[in-house]
Structures are given as structure tokens and as C-alpha cells.
């Protein structure tokens, strides 16, 4: 197992960028994709970006394509979420994953370690 813990969660009006980290320790990190997915309120958990164990590939949500750009440092076991341009839907707990032996990277069911949420608020 993995434990993973994220940060740069935080308070940001509509329009400003913020950047959260996730730092993963325990299992190796460099051969497993890396996951971010969000949480709203009376929401269900959803994919927001995802990035391949080399870093060379790299996947979006729709709702966040060209504002959102994930990026991992395997020599220092973390991934990345810079968000520009954010909007107040935005709005959620944000969670990193590392994906599991099943299922894809868009879906929930292919990760098996998950952080404890970052929140991000974006004021309209």
C-alpha cells in the first residue's frame, strides 16, 4: 500500500489558480498512474485528471480540459494539479489516487490507495 497525503487546497475567487500537491509514500510510486478526483457536496465522486506512470500520458475531464494541467516528479514521489481559470463549480474536496491493478484511470474502481481530501473553495 501507499499513503498519500495532498496539500494547496485553499480559499481562491473565480478566475485565480491554485495548485495542489500529493506526496506518496510506501509502495513504488514511479510504476503506478496517478489519479485526481473531486468531491462536492451530495455529489458522487468524480474523475478530474490522470496521468500515466512515465508522465507521457495524460487524461482530462471535460469540465476542467485547458484550465487544469497534472504533472508528477517520480524522483520525489508526487503529483501535481495546477488549476487555473478556476470557477465556483469547482468547488469540491479534492483527492489523489494511485491506481490499482483494475479498471481504468477514469473510474474510481481502478484506484486502490486515495489521500484525505484537499478542500478548494472558489468565491464567485
Known amino acids: 500500500q501507499v499513503q498519500l497525503v495532498e496539500s494547496g487546497g485553499g480559499l481562491v475567487q473565480a478566475g485565480g489558480s491554485l495548485r495542489l500537491s500529493c506526496a506518496a509514500s510506501?509502495?513504488?510510486?514511479?510504476?503506478?498512474?496517478m489519479g485526481w478526483f473531486r468531491q462536492a457536496p451530495g455529489k458522487e465522486r468524480e474523475f478530474v485528471a490522470a496521468?500515466?506512470?512515465?508522465?507521457?500520458?495524460?487524461y482530462y475531464a471535460d469540465s476542467v480540459k485547458g484550465r487544469f494541467t497534472i504533472s508528477r516528479d517520480n524522483a520525489s514521489k508526487s503529483v501535481y494539479l495546477q488549476m487555473n481559470s478556476l470557477k465556483p463549480e469547482d468547488t469540491a474536496v479534492y483527492y489523489c489516487a494511485q491506481q490499482g491493478l483494475g479498471g481504468g484511470v477514469r473510474v474510481t474502481r481502478g484506484y486502490d490507495s486515495w489521500g484525505q481530501g484537499a478542500q478548494v473553495t472558489v468565491s464567485s
Open positions: 496521468i500515466s506512470w512515465s508522465g507521457g500520458g495524460t
Open positions: 510506501g509502495r513504488t510510486f514511479s510504476s503506478y498512474a
